[in-house]
């Protein structure tokens, strides 16, 4: 029986699958390990035929364990309620949910429908990291694609102050800024030019942006899951920056744009370091792992508020070269092996 949920799909002596499933805007990764592990650009009509095929392949004797990713179930509840109808209607009693209050519940349970559903995603995170660092005390930092988790990490298990999201929020543990958040999440002005100037609260440029033109993040080309819906370049993200501050457009190489980026980086620095110090508490913290989209501001924060600091990315702590969601799902993988009766039991 699992600490945190009534019941443990890892028990029963049947075979288990975990599927760490991520559902963006226009992005659905879904990840059993680093070999079974896709990540498409969907639109709502198909997110969910993109999901059965990806489970397709299980054997009808196996167990489905999914741990959504908390952007989905917060930013996206509908799309959180279709992914829990289609696992109830596809694998029935044998599909299950990780969730942060009441731990894994069958998916086929109608009021799991009903209820509020307190997404998990991140304390499934937290309990895997720890579990891979071998125990090491320290802090996980997951910034996603809408909001931010900060999890300490204590005697092998996560160790949050809270397991709700309004808690959480009030703690500093939850942070409604992410990797895709629009700038003004960030903050309403910035300094241009020695000027204050209000950033257009329309959606009109993300984090992502001003880290990609920072050079905090890669560009990437095939990535069209943007407020304009052009392609995450270097000229495309600094286009959209000025536009959200009411300048004209320009390209990569424009002065403005670049300071623009600085400033609303410097911005979610200050709200992340604000964050970091409500929750790191007084005894000093010697290992912080990072996670998710956003991971290299998450990198950048440590290295300034905590000189001195072990820092891995969540790809480092599982071994081996991935995403948040490819290496959760290594990690699922890893431990089912080492402890093949504790696999899915995160609580």
Partial sequence: M??????????????????????GRDELA?????????????????????LARALTPCPSATKIAA??????????????????????????SEAWLFTADRGWRRASDEAIRDEAIEPGGWLAAAELTAWATQGRPGLLIDVGPACTHL?????????????????????????????????????ERISLG????????????????ALV???????????????????RTR??????????????????DSVDALEIACAVRQHAVMRLGDALR??????????????????????????????????????EAAGAEAGACEALGFLWSRREASHPSEAADTG
């Avoid at 917060?74 to 694998?91: D, F, K």
């Avoid at 890669?218 to 052009?230: M, Q």
Wanted: hydrophobic fraction near 45%.
């Fill in 213 to 231: 033109l920072a050079g905090d993040l890669p560009a990437d080309p095939d990535d069209r899951a943007t407020p304009d819906a052009e392609p």
């Fill in 194 to 209: 020695g000027r204050r100037t209000r950033i257009v609260a329309a959606g009109l440029a993300t984090l992502g942006d």
């Fill in 30 to 50: 879904w990840s059993a390990g680093i070999d079974r592990s896709q990540r498409v650009s969907v639109g709502d009509a198909d997110r969910l035929e993109a």
């Fill in 278 to 315: 409500e929750v790191g508490g007084a005894e000093p913290l010697r290992h912080v792992v990072v996670a998710g989209p956003g991971a290299p501001l998450a990198r950048r924060v440590a290295r300034m508020l905590l000189p001195g600091v072990s820092i891995e990315s969540i790809s």
């Fill in 67 to 92: 741990v959504l990713r908390d952007d989905l179930a917060l930013a996206r509840p509908v799309a959180g309620r279709q992914v829990l109808a289609w696992l109830a209607e596809h694998a029935g």
């Fill in 2 to 23: 699992s600490a945190r949920g009534r019941a443990n799909p890892g028990e029963g002596g049947r075979a288990l699958a975990v599927w760490c499933v991520e559902v």
């Fill in 151 to 187: 999890t300490p990490l204590r005697d092998g298990r996560a160790a949050p102050l809270a397991l709700h999201a309004r808690e959480r929020l009030q703690s500093g543990e939850l942070i409604w800024l992410g990797g895709r958040s629009p700038i003004e999440h960030a903050s």
């Fill in 235 to 252: 000229d495309a993200a600094a286009c959209r920056l000025l536009r959200a501050v009411g300048r004209p457009a320009g390209g990569a």
